[in-house]
């Protein structure tokens, strides 16, 4: 299906100092659904041959131009071909109407992403892996229970979104009681979008500077995306996503066949973030009665908080990252 026409912007306006090493492109391709989504690609200087390649997303409400870009441009660096993409619906991406997001739709926009590098006369079609970061670490891990063509799969701070959304943080709103008070809530907000013609946002993260009494991972949230790492286009860094944008992330579980995954997956999380849970929890599921957990590893970096993982190189374990994807991409 041929790409719908998008309005891209030329100019480098990424969150991190570009490469000058790594040659820059905008590219676009279309999932199975239709849309469109946009890309930026990152492809090492000096290299010969088909190369490996990764196609990385997240986080959750983020764009390309913030830390998933960052892990693309680096891996490139380092001899991969590489794709950071604005999921469906988001960023410089189509899909109407605006900031919704689906575990179906979003899982197909990481399988679409392997269908363009598969096709790539660059790329070695037998060597493609995933990278996904907080909310979209869930979906790279969907993804590789679903998608046979993909040799290793990374994730970085990663969250379950199902969980998160049906069972509140830290599962506090673990209740059939609670559920049903927010999916009514949503039901009404359903038509009230309708009686607007709009969808009532429901917010980014808290303004700068945050109230003392709020948890410490909101202050860690806003001091990424209201300040070092603003974008205009960024969900996180304005209004956020629709109110009734993850609705149907309320019951179906991402994660229900991962200990089914044959390929290797390297989990990613900071000791200290507050959602390092999330990572503990779906490596035990997926090497709990598993035949493949021989090439499934959890890494756990010592005094690490959520969103050290996403710019801080001096916390991100690039090499254990490059190393991993050279062992299984070869």
Known sequence: MKPAELKLTNEWDKTFPKSDIVDHSKITFVNRYGITLAADMYIPRNIEGKLPAIAVSGPFGAVKEQCSGLYAQTLAERGFLTIAFDPSFTGESGGEPRYMASPDINTEDFMAAVDYLSLNEMVDAERIGILGICGWGGMAINTAALDTRIKATVTSTMYDMTRVNANGYFDSEDSEEQRYAKKSAMCQQRLEDLKSGSYKRGGGCVPLPVPEEMPFFVKDYSEYYKGRAYHTRSLNSND???????????????????????SAVLIIHGEKAHSCYFSRDAYENMIKGSKYADNKELMIIPDAVHTDLYDNNDVIPFDKIDRFFKEYLK
């Open 240 to 262: 956020g996503w629709n109110v009734t944008g993850c609705m149907s992330f309320m019951n179906q579980p991402i994660l229900k066949y991962s200990n089914e995954i044959r």
